[in-house]
């Protein structure tokens, strides 16, 4: 009990500073967290779906909440968008604070029940500028921020994804990416061992910052435990909370 109310004290402490200088702040959290799917045209209806479906598993799974109880503020932020061309971004679930299991259900019963859309050209490159203003837009003030990207396909539209992640990265962001790998996806002629195209696509191009990483899946009947995995990384403040991602 006493070690719980000291973190709690640290969390109110940490806050107090950036309060001050945040006008309609509503307060400390952990984590940042901006969770951007890929609904362009390359994703068939039954995929969209199971990507919704995965997410919202995701943020149920107890290993997340005890990842996201291992902060000092036992809280996150998280904004949940779909992207897919330049300028076609949908924010599904806007910034809402989860410290609970009925937080997380409450984000997850969004991404399940709101109408699912498809888009057309995929730009990575978009996605990101659109989670950077939302992230500068954010009413929680955070020592971490994260953008986490999942996609299925390579950037066709806009800039190339590294100038917007660079962006990113100068303004202390790390962005991690989940790359969908379809079958028939080959091999990079000039990446890593067993690396896909896809992969090496977004290991180049897209990922970068502090810790940034890849969790990438093949097709969608593993996404649910990938993106389970990923979150778990992303949120736990731990080492004993992160080992959980290995059982995930």
């Known amino acids: 009990m006493r070690r719980r109310t000291?973190?709690?004290?640290?969390?109110?402490?940490?806050?107090?500073?950036?309060?001050?200088?945040?006008?309609?702040?509503?307060?400390?959290?952990?984590?940042?967290?901006?969770?951007?799917a890929d609904v362009s045209q390359s994703m068939?209806?039954?995929?969209?779906?199971?990507?919704?479906?995965?997410?919202?598993?995701?943020?149920?799974?107890?290993?997340?909440?005890?990842?996201?109880?291992?902060?000092?503020?036992?809280?996150?932020?998280?904004?949940?968008?779909?992207?897919?061309?330049?300028?076609?971004?949908?924010?599904l679930v806007p910034w809402t604070r989860l410290a609970s299991e009925a937080?997380?259900?409450?984000?997850?019963?969004?991404?399940?029940?709101e109408p699912r859309?498809?888009?057309?050209?995929?730009?990575?490159?978009?996605?990101?500028?659109?989670?950077?203003e939302q992230m500068a837009k954010a009413p929680f003030q955070a020592m971490r921020r994260v953008i986490d990207i999942s996609g299925d396909g390579?950037?066709?539209?806009?800039?190339?994804?590294?100038?917007?992640?660079?962006?990113a990265i100068a303004e202390?962001?790390?962005?991690?990416?989940?790359?969908?790998?379809?079958?028939?996806d080959r091999l990079a002629a000039a990446g890593r061992p067993g690396e896909t195209q896809l992969e090496e696509h977004y290991r180049r191009l897209v990922i970068g910052g502090a810790g940034a990483f890849l969790v990438p899946t093949r097709g969608f009947e593993g996404f649910h435990r990938a993106i389970r995995r990923k979150l778990i990384l992303e949120i736990a403040a731990t080492p004993q909370a992160r080992a959980l991602a290995a059982l995930a």
């Open 103 to 113: 937080d997380a259900d409450d984000i997850a019963r969004v991404i399940e029940t």
């Open 6 to 36: 000291l973190l709690t004290a640290g969390c109110f402490l940490l806050a107090t500073p950036m309060l001050a200088r945040a006008q309609g702040a509503e307060g400390e959290v952990d984590l940042l967290l901006v969770l951007a």
């Open 172 to 184: 202390g962001i790390t962005i991690n990416g989940l790359p969908i790998v379809q079958e028939g």
């Open 154 to 167: 390579e950037n066709n539209q806009g800039a190339s994804p590294e100038e917007e992640r660079d962006a």
């Open 117 to 132: 859309r498809g888009g057309g050209w995929t730009s990575i490159s978009g996605a990101i500028a659109a989670a950077r």
């Open 44 to 91: 068939r209806p039954d995929e969209l779906r199971l990507q919704r479906q995965g997410y919202a598993a995701a943020l149920r799974n107890a290993d997340v909440h005890t990842a996201v109880g291992s902060g000092f503020c036992g809280a996150i932020g998280v904004l949940y968008i779909e992207w897919s061309g330049l300028n076609d971004q949908q924010v």
